[in-house]
Structures are given as structure tokens and as C-alpha cells.
């Protein structure tokens, strides 16, 4: 499938088919597609849980109770679902890890390069964290880039996608300890082939038409 089949095959499903999972070399690859996505100074704030069982993903379904219940038929019926987590802050050495990594990868050509890469990225933590105080949102603008990579990959791979953001953070947070780890939970996306049932699959996608949404200068 081409990329533009794929964005316009693309859409939410509403209702899984509980007895067909995503075949595991599938979901190795939307991995590797959520792994190498693009952030802003290649600081990848972010971590992905993957439920992949009933008992996994009745720990995930514990987010969407009360009035986000709408989206617990879709997590337990689902194959697989990920847990989109962000980090707080940049502590627990994850800036010297990015760096370390860059110079295992090669990204280096001396020391001088190195240094510039560290200083360059400290700068713009310290612009989100000091001067505009939006260090976590920057984050999360991060994190979203990777959601949209793996919907579209989803798609081009034949499978279908439900993202959520009709969960309780706190909730998840707690259920996997995630503040201990220096994380907090932000999205979560199902996969799976949708269910007979599936309104959603029948109806035409709807856009706003090319004149509507761009500006050609």
C-alpha cells in the first residue's frame, strides 16, 4: 500500500473483533516505526507499555472507568494496546543517556560535536522548563508525533487503530506505578481489525477540501 492509500484507508475504529490478533512481525514492525520517530533535539520523551493479553489489558482497562467506560470494550477486545507515557522531567539521567546513545550510533565526529549536541538540547529543556514553564506539554507534543507514526504505519501494515484520550491519567498512573519512574500516562491506542459491529467502517471519510486547509504563498 502506498502512503497516501494508507492515510486515506486510515480511520478510528468503534468495535474489535475479539478472536483475530495482529500477527507479531506486524506489531514488531509499528514498534520499530514508534521507536524511530521524530522529536524535537531527538529528545524521545517518551515510553510505550504494550498490553498484550487479557490480564495486561484489564490493567489498562482500569483508566477508562466511570465516564471514560465508552472505551473499555475497546481495550479488552482489542489485540494489542499501547499506553503512551511522557516523562516529567528530564531527571534520572535520560539527557545522558540520549547522549550516550548519539556516540554508540555515531552521530559524533569529535568531542567539540558531542559537546555542541549536549548544549544545544539542555538549551532548549531549559527554554520549556524556565522560560515558557511548558516542559511537560513540550513533551507531549513529542509523544503525539510517534501516535500519528504508528496510526499511519498501522494503516500501510492493513491494520486498524483507535487512539484515546478519554482516560484517567491518575488512574494509570498509579495501577503501574508510573511516577516512580519518573512518567505519566497521556494516550492510549488500540490495534486490532475491526468488529462487524464497527459503524465507523461503513462511513466515508470527511475532510475539509485542499482550498480549505492550505495557503500556497
Not at 505519566?184 to 464497527?198: E, I, N
Request: charged share 25%.
Amino acid at each position: 500500500m502506498d502512503i497516501l492509500a494508507a492515510a486515506r484507508k486510515r480511520y478510528t475504529a468503534k468495535a474489535y473483533d475479539p478472536t483475530r490478533r495482529v500477527p507479531e512481525e506486524t506489531m514488531q514492525q509499528i514498534y520499530e516505526v514508534l521507536r524511530n520517530s521524530p522529536s524535537s533535539v531527538n529528545s524521545q520523551p517518551w515510553h510505550f507499555i504494550v498490553a498484550a493479553t487479557p490480564e495486561a489489558k484489564a490493567r489498562l482497562a482500569k483508566g477508562v472507568q466511570g465516564p471514560y467506560s465508552y472505551n473499555e470494550a475497546k481495550i479488552l477486545n482489542a489485540s494489542h494496546v499501547i499506553l503512551f507515557c511522557t516523562r516529567v522531567d528530564t531527571e534520572g539521567g535520560h539527557l545522558e543517556r540520549l547522549l550516550e546513545q548519539e556516540q554508540r550510533d555515531g552521530r559524533f565526529k569529535d568531542d567539540a560535536a558531542r559537546a555542541g549536541q549536549a548544549k544545544g538540547r539542555q538549551g532548549y529543556v531549559n527554554l520549556h522548563r524556565y522560560t515558557l514553564k511548558d516542559l511537560p506539554q513540550w513533551f507531549e507534543k513529542q509523544a503525539y508525533i510517534a501516535l500519528g507514526n504508528a496510526m499511519l504505519a498501522a494503516s500501510a501494515l492493513g491494520v486498524d487503530t483507535t487512539p484515546m484520550e478519554g482516560l484517567d491519567p491518575a488512574a494509570l498512573d498509579a495501577e503501574l506505578g508510573l511516577h516512580e519512574q519518573g512518567l505519566s500516562s497521556l494516550v492510549l491506542l488500540a490495534f486490532g481489525y475491526h468488529a462487524d459491529s464497527d459503524f465507523n467502517a461503513a462511513l466515508p471519510k470527511s475532510r475539509l477540501a485542499q482550498d480549505q486547509v492550505f495557503t500556497f504563498l
